[in-house]
C-alpha cells in the first residue's frame, strides 16, 4: 500500500532495511505504554502499527512529555528515525525527532480499539466512525468492497452494461412487501422495494444484459438479524434466456467472489476459513425441499412459503449452497414464468423460479419471466393488484420484449454466510433497522 500523502509512509511500507532513514509516519494513537525509562507509542494507520520508542533522557524533555500526555485516538503525524528492533510490530521502531498533534481526542472513547474491552453491537453501531477503526470491522469493509468490485469485474467481462433505474417510484414492485411512502410533491410516492420492473423494461431495449448494484428499501416490521430496511441489492436481467442459463451465472459470480475474497490477507485477522464452493450447486425442487422438511418433522402444506424455521432444517439437512427450484407460482411474483407444459412436461402452476440458499440463508431469488402481455396483465389482476398503476411497466412488453430472466442478490445476505457473521447489521456501515435512523 501506497501512501498518498507526500513524504507520509504508512506502516507497513517501512520495514527494518531502512534502518537510519528519516520518515513521517501519521495515524491515530492506538496504545500508550510506560515501561521503566521507556515510553512506547503505537500509532495506527490504514496498513498497520508503527512501534515509536522514547528513552527518557534520549529524547527532547519536551517532546517526551508532549508524547505521554497525547490521549489515545488522537490523530498525529510524527517524524523520526527509523531503528530494527524485533519486539516491535514490523520488526522496526522509530526514533521519534518531532509530533504534531492534528486532532487531539477527547479522553473518555465511546470504544475500545485495540479489540481488548469487546462492545455490544448497539454500542459498536452508535460509535461507528470509531467501531470501523477496530482491525475486524475494518476488515469486513475492505472485504465487502472487493466483493463489489469482484462482482463488476465478473459481470463486465460478460458483457454486463452497468445501469441505474429510480429509487423513487410510483408503484410497488409486487403485492407483499410494505413500501416506505415518502411525499413528492403534491402526490405520493415509493422509496423502491426493488429494480425489478425497470431492469425488465430494459429487456425491451435491446441492452439484452444488465446490471444494477443499488439499494432497496423494505418497510417490514420485523427485526431479524437478516433483515434490513435498507439493502444492497445485485440485480441482474438477461435477455434471450430462460432461469437454467441465469442459475449457472449466479453460481459461477458466487465461486468466483469467494476466490477474489480468499486472496485477501486481511481475512487472517477475521480468524476465517473460506472454501470456494464448488460448482454447479446441488438443485433441488420445491416438492423436494418440503419432502425432506416433512422427513425431519416439518410439515409444509403444498403452496405454502418456506418459514424461517423451514430454512434452517433444510440447511441442517444440505449444508452447502443450493438452489430450490420450481416453486408453486402462488407463493412467487406475478413477474415468474409459469412451467411449460408441452415442452418441459411442468406443472402450470409451477413456475420457472428458484431461491439460492446459503444453506440456511436466502442469498438470491430469480426467476424466468413472463414476457406475454396478456398472462402479464392477468397475474398483475390475478394477484390482487391494478393494472393500471403498472400501465407504464405493461407498455414494455406491447412493442416487442424478448424471453428473459434475471435475478436478485443481497449484498450482505452474500457477505454475512460468506464471513460467518451472524448479525447482517455488522456488515453495514450505517445499518437502517426498525429502531435505528442515525447514524
Ligand atoms: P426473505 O424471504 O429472506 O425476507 P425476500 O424473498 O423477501 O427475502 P427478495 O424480494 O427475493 O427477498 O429479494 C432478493 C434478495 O434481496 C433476497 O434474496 C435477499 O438476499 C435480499 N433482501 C431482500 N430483502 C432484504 C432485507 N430486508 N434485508 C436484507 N436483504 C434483503
Ligand atoms: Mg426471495
Redo the contacts with the bound molecule.
Keep these: 500500500m501506497k501512501s498518498p500523502i507526500r513524504n507520509r509512509k504508512y506502516a507497513t511500507e517501512i520495514t527494518a532495511d531502512n534502518e537510519g532513514e528519516h520518515v513521517r509516519i501519521a495515524g491515530w494513537v492506538h496504545e500508550k505504554r510506560h515501561l521503566g525509562g521507556v515510553f512506547f507509542l503505537v500509532v495506527r494507520d490504514l496498513g498497520g502499527f508503527a512501534q515509536v520508542t522514547l528513552h527518557k533522557g534520549e529524547v527532547e524533555k519536551e517532546l517526551f512529555e508532549r508524547v505521554k500526555k497525547v490521549p489515545r485516538e488522537s490523530v498525529v503525524a510524527i517524524e523520526g528515525k527509523v531503528k530494527s528492533e524485533k519486539k516491535a510490530p514490523n520488526g522496526y521502531e522509530i526514533i521519534p525527532e518531532r509530533m504534531e498533534v492534528q486532532s487531539e481526542a477527547s479522553q473518555v472513547l465511546p470504544l475500545d480499539t485495540t479489540g481488548k474491552v469487546g462492545a455490544e453491537l448497539d454500542t459498536r453501531l452508535d460509535a461507528r466512525f470509531m467501531d470501523l477503526r477496530t482491525e475486524r470491522t475494518k476488515h469486513i469493509f475492505i472485504i465487502r468492497s472487493r466483493v463489489l468490485k469482484a462482482i463488476r469485474d465478473f459481470l463486465d467481462e460478460r458483457g454486463f452494461i452497468e445501469t441505474n433505474t429510480p429509487k423513487i417510484v410510483s408503484a410497488a414492485t409486487e403485492g407483499g412487501?410494505a413500501l416506505f411512502p415518502i411525499s413528492y410533491f403534491e402526490r405520493e410516492a415509493f422509496l423502491n422495494q426493488?429494480p425489478q420492473l425497470y431492469k425488465q423494461m430494459l429487456m425491451a431495449s435491446g441492452f439484452d444484459k444488465v446490471y444494477e448494484i443499488a439499494p432497496?428499501f423494505?418497510a417490514?416490521e420485523h427485526d431479524t438479524t437478516?433483515?434490513?430496511?435498507e439493502?444492497t441489492?445485485v440485480d441482474i436481467e438477461v435477455a434471450f434466456v430462460s432461469d437454467k442459463e441465469v442459475m449457472a451465472l449466479l453460481e459461477e459470480l458466487i465461486a468466483f467472489v469467494y476466490t477474489k475474497v480468499m486472496d485477501y490477507p486481511g481475512l487472517a485477522k477475521l480468524n476465517l476459513k473460506l472454501d470456494v464452493p464448488k460448482t454447479p450447486f446441488r438443485r433441488i425442487n420445491y416438492d423436494e425441499a418440503i419432502k425432506l422438511l416433512s422427513e425431519a418433522g416439518e410439515e409444509i402444506e403444498w403452496g405454502e412459503d418456506l418459514s424461517t424455521s423451514a430454512e434452517h432444517t433444510l440447511g441442517d439437512i444440505i449444508s452447502e449452497l443450493y438452489f430450490i427450484t420450481d416453486w408453486p407460482c402462488a407463493i412467487k411474483p406475478f413477474y415468474a414464468q409459469p412451467g411449460d407444459v408441452e415442452a418441459e412436461g411442468k406443472r402450470k402452476d409451477i413456475c420457472n423460479a428458484f431461491?439460492l440458499m446459503h444453506p440456511k440463508v436466502?442469498?438470491?431469488?430469480g426467476s424466468q419471466r413472463v414476457h406475454s402481455y396478456e398472462l402479464l396483465k392477468r397475474n398483475i389482476e390475478s394477484k390482487g393488484l391494478s393494472a393500471d398503476g403498472f400501465e407504464f411497466y405493461l407498455d414494455s412488453f406491447r412493442y416487442g420484449m424478448p424471453p428473459h430472466a434475471g435475478w436478485?442478490?443481497?449484498v450482505?445476505?452474500l457477505l454475512m454466510s460468506m464471513l460467518g457473521i451472524d448479525n447482517?447489521r455488522e456488515v453495514v456501515l450505517f445499518p437502517r433497522d426498525r429502531r435505528r435512523l442515525a447514524p
Aim: hydrophobic share 30%.
Design positions: 412487501t426493488s432497496i423494505r417490514e437478516k433483515h434490513l430496511n439493502a441489492s431461491d436466502e442469498l438470491a431469488s436478485g442478490l443481497g450482505e445476505r447482517i
